[in-house]
């Protein structure tokens, strides 16, 4: 069966660096473009990052942009991001989502928290 | 940016009752429309997709519909495990926006 599963959240300092991995199995990974999204808490759901199945394309949402840097290894089956000069407005629970259009398959997210 | 609007944010529903929740987008986005459930702690989980499609697994009671600004999603005869976050996505331009999400409470 299709899964997803994230690591590598925790509690940073403000500026700090974190990277998030989601490794995947139960599906050809290096055929579906693969997401990020996060979700402060108590709060909504918030477009992160995209990247195409091959790694030839990535969008970003605005506000991080120049500091969060999704990329992926198809011979792992693994989605990274890479998360730089992370601020209090990052924390939040961060899901990777497989893409066929809509977000069919989620992880179970893993949790970043950003404070001093 | 596309920006996509829920109402109402929160929604007071007896067990059994039918409701609808409607979802706009500031500007169309076609049929590309998904809405997602999440029950509290849980991750989302995929409802409806295309506006309308109902996702694998998910019962007949969930119905999708509208296309370019305007869309609904109908909960017929609520069940316990439907009290939970609605969220509608359009996934037409990027970015992939959601809405603020439709709080289901038991009334």
């Known amino acids: 069966q299709v899964q997803l599963v994230e690591s590598g959240g925790g509690v940073v300092q403000p500026g700090r660096s974190l990277r998030l991995s989601c490794t995947t199995s139960?599906?050809?990974?290096?055929?579906?473009?693969m997401h990020w999204v996060r979700q402060a808490p108590g709060k909504g759901l918030k477009w992160v990052a995209v990247?195409?199945?091959?790694?030839?394309?990535?969008y970003y949402a605005d506000s991080v942009r120049g500091r969060f840097t999704i990329s992926r290894d198809n011979s792992k089956n693994t989605l990274y991001l890479q998360m730089n000069y992370l601020g209090v407005e990052d924390t939040a629970m961060y899901y990777c989502?497989?893409?066929?259009?809509?977000?069919?398959?989620w992880g179970q997210g893993t949790m970043v928290t950003v404070s001093s | 940016e596309i920006v996509m609007t829920q109402s109402p944010n929160t929604l007071s529903v007896s067990p059994g009752e039918r409701v609808t929740l409607s979802c706009r987008a500031s500007?169309?986005?076609?049929?590309?429309l998904a809405w997602y459930r999440q029950k509290p702690g849980q991750t989302p989980r995929l409802l409806v997709y295309?506006?309308?499609t109902r996702a694998t697994g998910m019962p007949a009671r969930f119905s999708g519909s509208g296309s370019g600004t305007e869309f609904t999603l109908t909960i017929t005869s609520l069940q316990s495990e439907d009290f939970a976050l609605y969220y509608c996505?359009?996934?037409?331009?990027?970015?992939?926006?959601f809405g603020q999400g439709t709080e289901l409470e038991i009334k």
């Open positions: 989502a497989r893409a066929v259009g809509p977000f069919d398959f």
């Open positions: 139960g599906f050809t990974f290096s055929t579906y473009g």
């Open positions: 990247i195409w199945y091959d790694g030839s394309n990535k």
């Open positions: 500007q169309s986005v076609s049929s590309n």
């Open positions: 295309g506006a309308s």
């Open positions: 996505q359009q996934y037409d331009n990027w970015p992939h926006t």
